[in-house]
């Protein structure tokens, strides 16, 4: 009998203890007339199964009952109902919509098989932060590391295709044979790279990319074997990727073999290559670390020249996303569980509400026997059906705000599609419903049937004790803190924001149109070739209308950070390759300065009579001479820079270079003609800066023709104005502001409303209270002092450690705060005004009817 | 609502549910007696269990079929732990339409041919 009184557990309390005592006796006579072994053990077993099927249909007429018995309560109160639903809806809504972007970026793996034992090692210099391996470090380390399984080297750039259709601009990446294979991807057809096409001087191999084999060669099968160009380069194609393979990002086009020759492995600073590679099964991520540690340093010991201050990391493929765009998503989902809990707070604080005002039908109930556990239960069906329907709404609030979140998704990654509410997040929100309707559930339901008080039955009982009154003020307080919170974080965000877009990019952007001519290699390797394209192109650009100035530079700011070369001045020994000492360097044909509005601050320009024959000059940039020459001055002073020594002719202003919240490295501009040809090929000048006193935008059409004409097989690529290149710097940023902004003006509105709710019932309860004081004489201005007294206290018990937190949260978010203080002083004080406005806008209108109350109205009811 | 259900709309009748009215028709019991009455009826074929038994009865509760009775038999055959019930008005009208439900099916079946001639 022992067994039955176990399963018994599995019917609903309410149930066992009406009829378990029955049941168990009509199991103990059924045991009776059980005589041998075989038909007692068919006894329990059929026991068994009937008490599992009529338990489960039991908890059925108990939740369809319940249901029922809801939605007639919900329909009587459809404020209330909607209100629920509303504020489940926002909470749920925010942290689906975070929590698919963060998961997106953040959590779930990456799209090879075993993706956690994929790694990335890069080199570190001193300072440097992480730089790319040259082949001869890469070389040496795959050579001596025993903790990868496979390790290849990529690195990708921009190539023109030529051939099919129009000239394309696109993105390769160019792979040693290991990649493909150690990331565990199979090509759709065709095969992927060997050893063999490794080989200086074999065919040079070539896989596409879905997505190109779709547009480009129309999805044709019999593409295998055909020769593409590539800058110029004939390359055969072996085979084509499936559409979800994107590596390292989705922006790469196709893929090709590298091929070292002897001479890349000379300069062991020659620093291009990303290492990627698949640990050995036992090997932990902290071992093969170890074990980089020890090759550099072994590397150090045997080239301390080269590489003094070298050092190796390793990380996680997953983990390349910067920290700044993993601490966006992670305070954007702090935020929105933060919104979650102040849903639940008020939500309880709803329920409890009602739960009072029906005190008295719970106590009918429970006195005509509705037990403890039918209590809670009904009321927990009542919340997580309130919870169902509002987070149903909430994943279509979501659907509808994901979109708008994809700014937020850093393009570093190999996950081609964008983020989306998919089956993993669909659980997620299940997940959360069913937490959030037992949390705001379950404390107002324990507290209802926490005690039997028939004393709610006498008419005219006063409900609503002290302990549920100091429950509900503290889930008032837990709202105002956590929404002082989210106030004080998206204001210092906003400030941190406003801070970086004041900042000066040391050029103006107004009226400038950008746009990208590739110039193909090797046509355009020699230098007097790519000057009379430019000449070309930039006297017919100056003749259109409104054009002011025209020029060609390397690359633009703030699009490419790169480009570093280390200096050395004359007189002074040879200086390291260090933070310290280099800068970057721009080719550029003169007008640069003035089409970016570039000051000159001393000495003359680069000019067209800057030539190769010529003395060697360049442009420096301000920062640069306070670190060579401060005090002094430069015109004339001379330094070692990309293989020549060079004299300074001129100092213009300093420009964010790596973009407006990095520190940038002193800027050299070199003239575009003082370059041998064939050297230094990439930085020849490819980006087109036009000036315009009209709108910059109108021009391109203008312009691609003036190319097309003069090159009919250069594409043009990233046309854009140089606003939109300085706003691309803020952009993730805005979205995040606005996320967060939005986040806290529903927190705030919550809270507002969880302090009239509660102000309003504390007065409905005390109507007579209020209606006595009234009539043996109070002033309308000390009730109403009463009640803002009530309301000032619960803000005040919120804001005081809203704040602390608030300062811990900012705190935590201080590498997105760019300079700005965790504990600027304005944004606090804003907040906790706001917080004042809140409270007093909460408990105007309680107010406002605690004063109306007639005295005599009040008295009477009594 | 109106107070008196039509027992119509009680019907069809859960098998288990008509088998308890019909044992409680003939008078008072409790639950394993019911369960003994619907036994000896279909000569064992159909054994209601513990769990199947009071789920129905409380259901029928609820819907008024029957009632708990506080009289009780003679105490030599009273167990002071059993509960008794009592078919209701309702309960006796909504166990007639259902077996007149069962008597119409047999008659249309007999026309076709699919249930034996009436017992003479």
């Known amino acids: 009998m022992r067994f039955y009184d176990a399963i018994l557990h599995l019917y609903p309390v309410s149930f066992r203890a009406e009829y378990g005592e029955e049941m168990r006796a009509v199991v103990r006579a059924r045991r009776r007339d059980a005589t041998n072994p075989t038909s007692v053990l068919m006894l329990w077993i059929s026991v068994f199964f009937e008490t599992l099927f009529n338990a489960i249909a039991v908890h059925w007429d108990v939740l369809r009952q319940d249901l029922r018995y809801t939605a007639r309560t919900l329909a009587r109160t459809p404020g209330f109902a909607v209100t629920a639903i509303l504020v489940v809806a926002l909470g749920i809504g925010a942290n689906t919509a975070a929590f698919s972007v963060t998961d997106f970026v953040l959590i779930r793996n990456l799209p090879f098989p075993d993706a956690n034992r994929l790694v990335k090692i890069w080199q570190t210099v001193g300072g440097y932060g992480q730089m790319e391996f040259s082949p001869a470090n890469y070389r040496d380390v795959k050579q001596m590391s025993q903790s990868f399984e496979a390790m290849g080297a990529m690195f990708t750039m921009e190539a023109n295709l030529v051939g099919q259709g129009d000239p394309q601009r696109l993105e390769e990446g160019q792979l040693t044979s290991e990649v493909i294979p150690l990331l565990g991807v199979q090509p759709l057809f065709g095969r992927a790279f060997t050893a063999a096409d490794e080989r200086d001087g074999s065919n040079r191999t070539a896989v596409l990319s879905y997505r190109l084999w779709q547009t480009e060669f129309g999805g044709d099968r019999a593409v295998l074997g055909r020769p593409v160009l590539l800058d110029g380069l004939p390359y055969v194609v072996i085979g084509v990727m499936p559409a979800d393979f994107h590596f390292p990002r989705p922006e790469v086009a196709l893929w090709v073999i590298h091929q070292f020759t002897p001479d890349d492995f000379k300069d062991r600073n020659d620093n291009y290559l990303e290492i990627v590679a698949r640990l050995k099964p036992a090997v932990s991520l902290e071992q093969a670390r170890a074990e980089i540690n020890v090759l550099m340093e072994q590397l150090k010991r045997q080239y301390p020249e080269d590489l003094k201050h070298a050092s190796g990391r390793v990380i996680s493929l997953r983990d390349e996303v910067s920290k700044r765009s993993s601490l966006l998503l992670w ?20 329920l409890l509400a009602r739960n009072l005002s029906r005190e008295r039908e719970l106590a009918v109930r429970a006195a005509l026997g509705a037990g403890r556990e039918r209590l809670v239960r009904q009321s927990l069906t009542e919340s997580l059906l309130l919870a169902a329907l509002g987070g149903g709404l909430g994943v279509l609030v979501a659907i509808a705000a994901v ?430 005004a706001l917080c004042l406005v809140m409270t007093l806008v909460g408990s105007f209108l309680p107010a406002l009817r605690a004063v109306r109350i007639d005295p005599m109205t009040a008295i009477r009811t009594e | 609502m109106d107070k008196r259900p039509d027992p119509e709309s009680f019907l069809p009748l859960p098998p288990a549910t008509f088998h308890i009215l019909i044992a409680l028709a003939e008078e008072d019991r409790h639950g394993y007696a019911v369960i003994q009455d619907v036994a000896a009826r279909t000569n064992g074929e159909l054994k209601l269990s513990a769990g199947t038994l009071y789920r129905s009865i409380q259901r029928m509760l609820d819907q008024g079929l029957i009632v708990e009775t506080s009289t009780r038999p003679a105490p030599e055959f009273d167990d002071e732990r059993r509960r008794y019930y009592r078919i209701t008005p309702l309960g006796i009208a909504v166990a007639r339409a259902e077996a007149r439900r069962h008597a119409q099916l047999v008659r249309m079946a007999r026309v076709r041919g699919l249930a034996p001639e009436k017992a003479s």
């Open chain 1, 403 to 832: 979109p708008l979140l994809t700014k937020l998704v850093p393009s570093s990654l190999p996950i081609g599609s964008a983020p989306s509410v998919d089956l993993r997040v669909l659980i997620f929100a299940g997940v959360l419903t069913i937490i959030t309707g037992v949390v705001f559930g379950a404390l107002p339901a324990l507290r209802a049937s926490g005690k039997t008080d028939l004393n709610a039955l006498r008419e005219g009982a006063r409900s609503g004790g002290g302990r549920k009154e100091r429950l509900r003020s503290m889930l008032v307080v837990t709202e105002v803190m956590v929404s002082v919170v989210l106030l004080v974080s998206s204001g210092v965000l906003i400030r941190a924001l406003w801070k970086l877009q004041a900042t000066d990019p040391g050029f103006q952007s107004g009226g400038v149109i950008t746009m990208r001519t590739a110039l193909p290699m090797p046509k355009y390797e020699r230098t007097a070739v790519r000057a009379e394209l430019y000449r070309g192109v930039l006297s017919e650009v100056r003749a259109l209308p409104g054009v002011t100035a025209a020029a060609y530079i390397t690359s633009l700011p703030m699009v490419w950070g790169g480009g570093i070369w280390p200096v050395a001045i004359d007189g002074q020994a040879a200086l390291e390759r260090s933070f310290g000492h280099t800068a970057s360097m721009r080719f550029i044909t003169p007008e640069y300065f003035s089409a970016l509005r570039i000051p000159i601050r001393m000495g003359r320009n680069l000019s067209e009579s800057d030539t190769l024959d010529q003395q060697f000059v360049a442009v420096v940039s301000q920062s640069f001479v306070r670190r060579y020459w401060p005090d002094q001055n430069p015109i004339g002073r001379h330094f070692q820079f990309c293989f020549h020594d060079r004299t300074v002719v001129g100092v213009v202003g300093d420009v964010r270079v790596r973009g407006l919240e990095i520190p940038s490295e002193p800027q050299v501009y070199l003239p575009y003609q003082q370059v041998q040809d064939g050297w230094v090929v990439f930085y020849a000048p490819k980006d087109l800066v036009v000036r315009t006193t009209g709108n910059p935008a109108s021009l391109t059409p203008a312009i691609r023709q003036i190319i097309r004409r003069l090159d009919p097989e250069q594409p043009v690529s990233d046309v854009r104005t140089m606003e939109d290149v300085v706003d691309l710097q803020t952009a993730a940023r805005m979205t995040q502001v606005r996320v967060l902004g939005a986040f806290a003006a529903i927190a705030f509105v919550l809270a507002a409303i969880g302090i009239h709710g509660l102000l309003s019932f504390a007065v409905s309860q005390r109507i007579r209270e209020i209606g006595v004081r009234m009539a043996l004489g109070a002033a309308s201005s000390d009730i109403l002092s009463m009640i803002l007294r009530n309301g000032v206290w619960v803000a005040a018990a919120g804001v005081v450690p809203g704040l602390a937190l608030a300062y811990a949260a900012a705190r935590s978010l201080e590498a997105l705060l760019a300079g700005v203080e965790p504990g600027d002083l304005a944004t606090f004080s804003s907040a906790a």
């Open chain 1, 331 to 350: 305070a954007l989902l702090g935020a929105a569980a933060c919104v979650l809990l102040i849903a639940c707070a008020n939500l309880a604080n709803l």
